[in-house]
């Protein structure tokens, strides 16, 4: 099966949407739409059980003890894991030659790495911005000015 030209990823740490286009910021045709219900919950939700109880000799009170874990995190780190083998298995399928990756820094900063590990040089254009809730026309007139100030770059 030939696949797009683009493959265009837009996520945050809840929501990641998959267009399918012929270049960056022309007509962009969804395929594929997931939540990760983690990314809405509060770390109290995402945690195993409650944090602990600690004593403040100073104040005289209890307090709750913040979790050792940033839970947030970890659940971030894992929807981008989940994303980049999808990405991956799409590239090996040969759905996509090119990859455009759009996501506020920190998940990017966890999706792209995770990404090159599986598929080597296929992200062609990655940019920090949060658009998972902003409909198809946005998100395609937002990455056509960026492709064109990147490529004017060049």
Do not use: N
């Amino acid at each position: 099966m030939q696949g797009a030209q683009w493959w265009i990823v837009v996520c945050d740490a809840a929501r990641a949407r998959v267009f399918e286009s012929d270049a960056p910021g022309e007509r962009m045709t969804e395929v594929l739409d997931w939540i990760e219900p983690t990314g809405r919950m509060s770390g109290r939700e995402l945690s195993d059980d409650r944090p602990g109880r600690g004593m403040d000799r100073a104040r005289g009170g209890r307090h709750a003890m913040e979790p050792p874990l940033d839970v947030h995190g970890k659940a971030e780190e894992a929807f981008a894991q989940t994303i980049a083998e999808r990405v991956a298995q799409a590239h090996a399928d040969g759905r996509f030659r090119q990859l455009a990756l759009i996501a506020p820094p920190g998940m990017l900063g966890r999706l792209r790495p995770a990404i090159d590990r599986r598929c080597p040089g296929c992200c062609s254009l990655d940019w920090a911005r949060d658009l998972a809730h902003h409909s198809a026309q946005e998100i395609a007139d937002h990455l056509r000015a960026e492709h064109t100030r990147h490529t004017a770059h060049r």
